[in-house]
């Protein structure tokens, strides 16, 4: 605590309701007032006006142009996109996404390559930095003109070391530095964050979960995350493993996991579990277009969903049977957490209905009624990006911020 606090708390309760205020007119659906601020935060209008037009003179926030066409509603305010820019990255199992958005979130340009988490920290953040160079040339940026960066990773994250710790499905990062590496070669910020967790993030400030308080992202990919946003904040949990929902137990003699034991949800629903069942029922000689498909060895979770939706009755079964799991585990978490929306993506979650209903069905069975009742089960609305659109919300807030005394 430094000794401006004390020499005057005025000042230090100003400048929280700065940052209070930012965050407001960031993620209130629909934008917010300065009456409505007033309202909301127990402020008089003389003090609101006061924190308004100090983040204006500061360049941040402007009245939205047009939001008073109607005559009906006061003007509501927003951030300058034109301040400054970041980048998001949702780097996967088997993918990175990189997206460079203005202040106001706005996506600029998108950049998708393939790669294999594997590989280990070496070859992949050689190709995670040519990704990002990119994607802001592209934008017709230089990286001088990124203030902050947010990175997703598929395994659970030491924070304030910017590590990844026992990562079951990143052999060779564990401890690897990956948030000063890339912080050295970027020069500027970086935030690391666990995907699952950034798909709960963007899915809460852009998606499916606006203006949601407790939220459940459930990311079906290769393997199966979650993350969870309580009172409208990231739950990380002690060590950064908080929503590890890919390794509840469903049988205990079940099929073995990537985390060395057995029965997990992953071994029955992730995207690896998926292709591993359509192979061994083509192999078993079963009807289905997937026998189409060529290789049977190389069959994936795609060809399921691909078949799936082309009316192929055998991957129609599996989705649904990984469906079912997923509700399964899903319910307990229903009935421990009692969130209001469960936003189910990743790219599995791309094969819509075919999965969502028996999530939705089993669900609704197996949680308790008061639960049940309560939540709403929907597929994300930010589909693919919603990863990397919660890394912008993170070096968004990490660039907002730092402008607020
Ligand atoms: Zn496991």
């Known amino acids: 605590m430094n000794g401006s606090f004390w020499a005057n708390p005025q000042t230090h309760v100003k400048s929280l309701n700065k940052h209070v205020v930012v965050d407001l007119i960031r993620f209130v659906p629909g934008g917010i007032s300065r009456a409505e601020l007033s309202r909301h935060l127990g402020l008089t209008r003389a ?13 941040m926030v402007q009245e939205a142009s047009g939001s008073n066409s109607s005559g009906r509603r006061p003007a509501v305010l927003e951030i300058v ?58 934008a017709g940026l230089q990286m001088v003109d990124i203030n902050a960066i947010g990175l997703g990773v598929p395994g659970p994250v030491v924070i304030d070391r910017g590590v990844v710790s026992a990562p079951p499905i990143m052999p060779g990062w564990d401890d690897f530095p990956i948030r000063d590496t890339m912080q050295k070669k970027w020069g500027c910020t970086v935030r690391i964050n666990n995907d699952a967790e950034l798909g709960a993030l963007g899915e809460w400030a852009y998606g499916a979960g606006r203006g949601e308080s407790n939220l ?15 009172d409208s904040n990231i739950y990380h949990g002690t ?11 469903l049988s205990e ?3 073995l ?6 029965g997990c949800l992953e071994a029955y629903a992730g995207g690896n579990a998926i292709a591993k069942r359509a192979m061994e029922e083509v192999k078993r000689g079963r009807r289905t277009q997937l026998v189409g498909f060529g290789d049977f060895y190389r069959i994936t979770a795609k060809d399921v969903i691909m078949a799936a939706r082309n009316g192929d009755l055998l991957s129609q079964q599996i989705l649904a049977e990984a469906g079912s799991h997923l509700g399964t585990a899903i319910a307990s978490l229903v009935n421990l957490f009692n969130p209001s929306i469960v936003v189910v993506g990743g790219g599995v979650a791309q094969s819509g209905d075919l999965l969502l209903d028996p999530i939705r069905s089993t669900v609704g069975n197996r949680s308790l009624a008061v639960a049940a009742k309560a939540v709403r089960i929907s597929s994300a609305l930010l589909g693919r990006r919603a990863s990397a659109m919660g890394a912008v919300v993170q070096a968004l807030s990490h660039s907002l911020h730092q402008f607020v005394e």
């Open 239 to 249: 060590t950064g493993s908080a929503g590890e929902i890919g390794h509840i137990t």
């Open 81 to 138: 996109a034109e301040q400054g820019y970041v980048v998001g990255v949702d780097m996967g199992a088997t993918h990175i996404t990189a997206l460079v958005a203005d202040y106001s979130a706005r996506v600029i340009r998108e950049r998708e390559i393939a790669i294999d988490i594997n590989l280990g920290p070496e070859v992949c953040l050689e190709q995670l930095d040519r990704v990002v160079q990119q994607v802001v040339a592209e």
């Open 253 to 255: 003699n079940g099929p």
């Open 216 to 230: 459940a992202y459930i990311k079906v990919g290769s393997g199966v995350g979650a993350g969870l946003m309580f």
């Open 257 to 262: 996991c990537t985390c060395g034991n057995r």
């Open 47 to 59: 003090a609101v006006s006061s924190i308004i037009n100090d983040l204006s003179g500061a360049g």
